[in-house]
């Protein structure tokens, strides 16, 4: 599991202790969105989210992204760009209905994680694809399979294209 927000860590958590079986999150560190508490609810394993309808393409973002993606969308949206974003929660297993419903639907796809891209989240999406005859190019934006080195999380994310502007900016060209 991989929360796009302090909420969803919350239901994440809440879920991992009811589950009754091995969960992991996944979840980066620094200061969360803000976003206000509420009760956490317990999640359906592997069921994704719809976060926002679009017509040019669909970003298919995992973890915080999935927010960074919401919010870079939404700039777009006032540029005339309009992106589906889905939030997929879960890496493993993946929401294969809700992935598959957007390959079918976008001819332009692209995922979002705040990974290495080698063996990552849209990788995963890549064979979802693939084993389901939906072979069309998927851009993937992550991490490299390199060393990053440390330093603050809000410039790492920025030098590797994963920060608010980067991420929006490169949507831009890849959905224009």
Same mark, same amino acid.
């Given at each position: ?13 809440? @879920? ?15 200061? /969360? ?29 995992? /973890?915080?992204?999935? @927010? ?14 309009? !992106? ?13 209905? !809700? !992935?598959? *419903? ?8 692209? @995922? ?7 063996? /990552? ?12 005859? !939906? ?9 490299? *399979?390199?060393?990053?080195?440390? /330093? ?25």
């Amino acid at each position: 599991m991989a929360p796009r927000d302090e909420h969803e860590l919350r239901s994440m958590l809440r @879920t991992a202790l009811e589950h009754g079986g091995p969960c992991a999150i996944r979840y980066p560190r620094g200061s /969360g969105f803000g976003v206000a508490p509420a009760d956490p609810a317990v999640l359906k394993i592997g069921e994704g989210q719809l976060l926002r309808r679009g017509g040019h393409g669909a970003v298919l973002a995992i /973890g915080v992204m999935a @927010t960074v993606a919401l919010r870079a969308a939404e700039e777009l949206a006032g540029r005339g760009l309009e !992106l589906e974003v889905i939030d997929a929660r879960f890496a493993k297993p993946l929401d294969e209905r !809700l !992935l598959l *419903d957007a390959l079918s639907r976008h001819r332009r796809v692209c @995922t979002v994680e705040e990974n290495a891209l080698a063996g /990552g989240f849209g990788a995963a999406v890549l064979e979802l694809a693939e084993r389901h005859g !939906l072979a069309r190019p998927i851009a993937r934006i992550g991490l490299p *399979d390199a060393f990053i080195e440390a /330093g603050p999380r809000p410039l790492l994310l920025d030098r590797n294209g994963l920060s608010q502007a980067a991420l929006r900016d490169r949507l831009a060209a890849l959905f224009a």
